[in-house]
């Protein structure tokens, strides 16, 4: 029980009883089952908008990824780095910068590799060299990177030039 001191007009302070209703508190069965269905209402479609998400930041990530190793790859023919050709080479779920003629004859010791999702396909592409000195590709090509329906394409032109 819980007291409440009241003010009497002239005779002071006087306690007044007050008394509470002890119903139960809580949640019924009912009420819990339907929050449980709303939130799983809720979730699903955001799961499946989450997945093409990170799909697509994926593809979208594999593109730059591989359009700065073909860069980087020419400006090192051009200028010269370990005197020789440098090349890419994309073997799903990996790419890798190398340092030779081909991939097969390349020197591992300069080698540069990358993990990629291994849920990206590039197709077309295999490896691009790049001539020392002129930075010229090999192959010029249009290559599509694709992920669960999600695609981006780079070109590489005959003169070596990278672009989206």
């Known amino acids: 029980m ?36 709303i939130m799983l209402a809720i979730g699903a479609p955001s799961s499946i908008f989450l997945s093409n998400f990170l799909t697509q930041n994926a593809v979208s ?15 090192y023919a051009v200028i010269g780095k370990q005197d020789g050709d440098w090349g890419v080479r994309f073997a799903s779920p990996t790419m890798t910068l190398f340092q030779g003629n081909t991939f097969a004859t390349r020197n591992p010791a300069f080698d ?25 590709p090999n192959t010029f090509n249009t290559y599509t990177i694709t992920g669960n329906g999600n695609s981006k394409q780079i070109t590489v032109n005959s003169q070596g030039v990278v672009s989206r």
């Open 2 to 37: 819980r007291y409440v001191m009241q003010k009497k007009p002239s005779l002071g302070f006087t306690p007044i009883k007050l008394r509470f209703n002890r119903s139960k508190s809580g949640f019924t069965l009912i009420e819990l089952l339907l929050v449980v269905t």
């Open 61 to 75: 990530g594999t593109q730059t990824r591989l359009i700065n190793q073909l860069r980087k790859a020419q400006m």
């Open 112 to 136: 540069e590799i990358f993990t990629e999702n291994p849920n990206i396909t590039i197709s077309g592409f295999s490896e691009i060299i790049f001539t020392k000195t002129t930075g010229l």
